[in-house]
């Protein structure tokens, strides 16, 4: 079985077992990011997009309601991120916010192996993004 079924047989299973609690949906979520990152690695780009939209609005809805949960934060920016990658057009902001939510956890998470690789993957697309753009720039102001 290929990375993606597996992705989306877990969340299928999630979805299954699942009883409704938020939890539930940030597991979902999760996983779902994943899926959207492997569906990018795939070119499967709109199918990409597909999955991550839902998981970007939760995760939005929840920080609006957000009370202290520091894990949140790390979730949505997560999410962002794969988002950032279906949609070149958006990818700076979304990286912007990305990176501004991780530059608010705790500094007991900003040193934690998940958080800084996530970091990593974050930098590594603003960076290509930049890279993408210069000779768009380039153009725009003449050469």
Do not use: C
């Not at 991120?81 to 949609?87: E, G, K, P, R």
């Not at 990286?95 to 939510?101: D, G, I, N, Q, Y």
């Amino acid at each position: 079985m290929h990375l993606n079924g597996a992705a989306r047989e877990a969340i299928e299973n999630r979805r299954l077992v699942s009883d409704g609690a938020v939890q539930d949906y940030r597991d979902q979520g999760e996983l779902s990011t994943w899926l959207t990152m492997t569906l990018v690695r795939l070119g499967r780009t709109a199918e990409a997009a597909q999955t991550i939209t839902p998981v970007v609005k939760f995760q939005r809805s929840l920080a609006t309601r957000n009370h202290g949960d520091q894990w949140q934060p790390y979730e949505l920016a997560n999410a962002l991120y794969a988002q950032a990658l279906t949609d070149p057009k958006q990818a700076p902001a979304l990286l912007r916010e990305a990176t501004s939510l991780f530059d608010t956890l705790p500094a007991s998470m900003r040193n934690l192996h998940d958080v800084r690789q996530w970091r990593t993957r974050i930098h590594q697309a603003q960076a290509k993004s930049v890279a993408q753009n210069e000779p768009l720039q380039a153009l725009r102001s003449g050469g």
